[in-house]
């Protein structure tokens, strides 16, 4: 494969401006596919990046992470595979594939399902890459989950991709990517609940989460996360039916804070349906259990942020009694208050499902 990247010019910034990172005329081929590019950032200075704009087409990308690298995966100037579908694959080059980063990996946001739109940072809010933070690159993965229309079109090519906005001002708060994930298996005719539970640092600097975002696929049914503080109190930071558009969006308690020493709580649930035990993987024929959580710290807490972590993964079910004692937000697998009658309806019957 010889597609250039599109790289992104940072040129000299004052007020926010904006720069697109995006796949230029390029046409997939496998299913499932994952294809990563990426753009150098500012050696020479920090940059922050304020806002998210999606660059998709319809039914084309099945979802879009960005992600912020020390070293991309692949530096030649080219597009890369990196995802696992590839490793079997005859036709492709070795020399094209790759991880998304090389070192120090983060990520930074995310989008799927055809959501609307992106997300603006609250004021005084930015990702601090460039110059010489922990992000020397800003990585895109694009994930193909089908290309029948692909291969019917010889021609047809797609420039996925993200507009962002950018600016020079150092912002006073600074924004970071918490994830929740697990591994393992949902058994067939079956309810699962996958539940991950970690605490947040005693070092690291109180957080202000500010959005979130759910993402499974097809057997998912509601995904859930809270702050549980030293007292034993639940405060939900945010639950979504992941059939509905996976984009970001405010936290159920604006305004909440996370402090060190508290256990942040997620829990997937998945209503298995289909004749087979389903697996956690990357295709379309397993699932996923994902929340991000966007915070922010204070700048003033610059010094407290080598403790921050990046992520929690679970490896189990039915977690959170066990080491959280018997108080379990009761509605933490519910979903109804986020969706219509029509849609609740419509799930309960099978037919509301996004199979995407």
């Known amino acids: 494969m010889d597609i250039l990247i599109y790289f992104a ?8 401006e904006e720069v697109n990172i995006q796949l230029p005329d390029f046409h997939p081929t496998m299913k499932d596919d994952y294809v990563c590019f990426g753009s150098e950032l500012p050696k020479d200075k920090k940059v922050y990046v ?24 692949k530096n030649n100037g080219k597009a890369w595979h990196c995802g696992e579908m590839s490793l079997g694959a005859n036709d492709i080059d070795p020399e094209s594939m790759g991880p998304t980063c ?29 110059g010489d933070s922990d992000i020397s690159y800003l990585v895109l993965q694009v994930h193909y989950a089908r ?10 090519t797609d420039n996925s991709g993200f507009k ?21 298996s949902i058994p067939m005719d079956t309810e699962t609940r996958m539940e991950m539970m970690c605490p947040w640092p005693e070092k690291a600097p109180t957080i202000y989460p500010f959005a979130y975002r ?32 996976q984009m970001f969006y405010p936290v159920t308690n604006k305004g909440m804070v996370i ?19 389903v697996y956690i993987g990357s295709t379309m024929d397993d699932e996923m259990c994902n929340f991000y959580m966007m ?6 807490d610059m010094d407290k942020a080598k403790y921050l972590k990046s992520y929690c993964n679970g490896y189990g079910n039915e977690l959170w009694r066990d080491v959280l004692g018997d108080y379990v937000p009761e509605d933490a697998n519910q979903h109804a208050s986020q969706l219509s009658p029509n849609d609740v309806i419509a799930i309960a019957k099978g037919k509301g499902k996004q199979h995407h």
Not at 9 to 16: N, Q, W
Not at 104 to 128: C, N, R, V
Not at 214 to 239: C, L, R
């Open 9 to 16: 010019l940072f040129i000299s910034l004052g007020a926010a």
């Open 50 to 73: 304020t806002g998210f704009d999606p660059i998709a087409k319809p039914h084309t990308a099945h979802h879009m992470l960005l992600y912020g690298c020390k070293t991309p995966g």
């Open 102 to 130: 090389g070192s120090g990996s983060a990520i930074i946001y995310a989008w799927a399902m055809d959501a609307p739109k992106g997300l603006e940072l609250p004021d005084g809010t930015g990702f601090e890459v460039g």
């Open 147 to 156: 290309v029948d229309k692909f291969i019917a079109d010889p021609s047809l």
């Open 164 to 184: 962002l906005t950018i600016t020079e001002i150092p912002t006073p708060k600074i924004a970071q990517v918490y994830l929740f994930l697990s591994q393992g």
């Open 214 to 245: 759910t993402h499974a696929h097809f057997i998912g049914e509601v995904i859930s996360a809270y702050d549980v503080n030293k007292d034993g109190k639940w405060t939900e930071i945010g639950k979504r039916s992941p059939h509905l558009a």
């Open 259 to 277: 402090k060190p020493g508290d256990i942040l709580a997620a829990r997937c649930t998945f209503i298995n349906d289909v004749d087979r035990t």
């Open 295 to 300: 915070y922010y710290f204070e700048r003033k």
